[in-house]
T-cell receptor
Framework: AQKVTQAQTEISVVEKEDVTLDCVYE???????LFWYKQPPSGELVFLIR??????QNEISGRYSWNFQKSTSSFNFTITASQVVDSAVYFC?????????????FGTGTRLTIIP | GAVVSQHPSRVICKSGTSVKIECRSL??????MFWYRQFPKQSLMLMAT?????????EQGVEKDKFLINHASLTLSTLTVTSAHPEDSSFYIC??????????????FGPGTRLTVL
């Protein structure tokens, strides 16, 4: 069975600091997909990134970057020069590759607070 | 693109009444929609998966007679909480995805509906 662990329940950092959110996953599939979503106080989940298991290239998007390491089953998310607007709950999620089965398994989320 | 709406955003009802929540994909056709439930400070729990024109697939422990799902078109799915009770109070979130040929797409989420049952 697949599982996603976000060990950090809550993190607080001062604005402009860098912060890394950890995500560790378990799956028996060799092909799978990993996601990060942001849930601001308004409640709506915002899609941030999708990564396929066969693509281990790290990705950078502005102040966001993702480090995917299959060897350690981790898909960590780093925000550089954090801003107050980054305050939200961040969820890591996993989907296995079974065609027609698009169920996402979510981690428990990390609540990030950026202190001005 | 990939906008999903939900209506209503917030609803308060009396115990015993039924509440219908709509989920619409605004700029794409969704072959599959998902309904989640989220309790305060907790993760999302998948309730059911609905495919257009067929019966929904419910997760273990979710009462299908209590949470009625209808996916009548490629852009609309509805969740009806029947005979709601205070323990049904929660944040309900839908998501929609499309299945591209030979591949799997990303789920895009609606803004959620906060249900409070008095």
């Amino acid at each position: 069975a697949q599982k996603v662990t976000q060990a950090q329940t809550e993190i607080s950092v001062v604005e402009k600091e860098d912060v890394t959110l950890d995500c560790v996953y378990e799956t028996r599939d060799t092909t799978y997909y990993l996601f990060w979503y942001k849930q601001p106080p308004s409640g709506e989940l915002v899609f941030l990134i999708r990564r396929n298991s066969f693509d281990e290239q790290n990705e950078i998007s502005g102040r966001y970057s993702w480090n995917f390491q299959k060897s350690t089953s981790s898909f960590n998310f780093t925000i550089t020069a954090s801003q107050v607007v980054d305050s939200a709950v961040y969820f890591c999620a996993l989907r296995e590759s079974n065609f027609g089965n698009e169920k996402l398994t979510f981690g428990t989320g990390t609540r990030l607070t950026i202190i001005p | 693109g990939a906008v999903v709406s939900q209506h209503p955003s917030r609803v308060i009802c009396k115990s015993g009444t039924s509440v219908k929540i709509e989920c619409r994909s605004l700029d794409f056709q969704a072959t599959t929609m998902f309904w989640y439930r989220q309790f305060p400070k907790q993760s999302l729990m998948l309730m059911a998966t609905s495919n257009e024109g067929s019966k929904a697939t419910y997760e273990q422990g979710v009462e299908k007679d209590k949470f009625l799902i209808n996916h009548a078109s490629l852009t609309l799915s509805t969740l009806t909480v029947t005979s709601a009770h205070p323990e049904d109070s929660s944040f309900y979130i839908c998501s929609a995805s499309t299945s591209l040929a030979g591949g799997l797409d990303t789920q895009y989420f609606g803004p959620g509906t906060r249900l409070t049952v008095l």
